[in-house]
């Protein structure tokens, strides 16, 4: 079984883009600190969001800072650099995806109010929006809520 499991911030914003079969990948490289002090290191990784969830409203708040806890399954790919050597980078094709840490401030996506939090949503399978909280009614969520 191959499942990585990464925390870490955007180095920028998602983007979309479409196979040449009309499938949608929202990618974005994230940054994993590791270690600490003088021997702190990131390692980049790219991430891959792929079908209905690289289309749904969860890639707006995919922004550069974002904190965000991914799983999927991890690969190695190889490039050929600038000055002619084989260069090397991880992937991930995203499993399950929470965004962590959250935004404070009125120009958060999603129209939070200044001192309300965005973030701490999560994203899991195929599933395109979280169950409505007990006792509320089905259609406690509107429609444009993207999860």
Not at 1 to 14: C, I, Q, S, W
Not at 15 to 40: D, I, Q
Not at 91 to 104: P, S, Y
Request: contains cysteine.
């Amino acid at each position: 079984m191959n499942l990585a499991v990464f925390t870490g911030n955007l180095g920028r914003a998602a983007e979309t883009r479409y196979t040449p079969s009309g499938t949608a990948v929202a990618s974005f490289p994230l940054a994993v600190k590791s270690g600490w002090g003088e021997r702190e290191k990131t390692l980049w990784v790219r991430c891959n969001l792929w079908g209905k969830r690289a289309e749904g409203g969860v890639v707006q708040h995919l922004v550069k800072g974002q904190q965000v806890a991914v799983s999927g399954e991890l690969s190695v790919s190889e490039f050929d650099k600038r000055d002619g050597t084989r260069g090397f980078a991880l992937e991930l094709n995203i499993r399950d995806l929470d965004l962590v840490g959250g935004q404070r401030c009125s120009d958060a996506p999603g129209g939070a109010q200044d001192g309300e939090a965005v973030g701490n949503h999560a994203m899991s399978g195929s599933e395109g929006q979280k169950p409505a909280p007990a006792g509320d009614s089905a259609d406690f969520f509107d429609d444009d809520i993207p999860f």
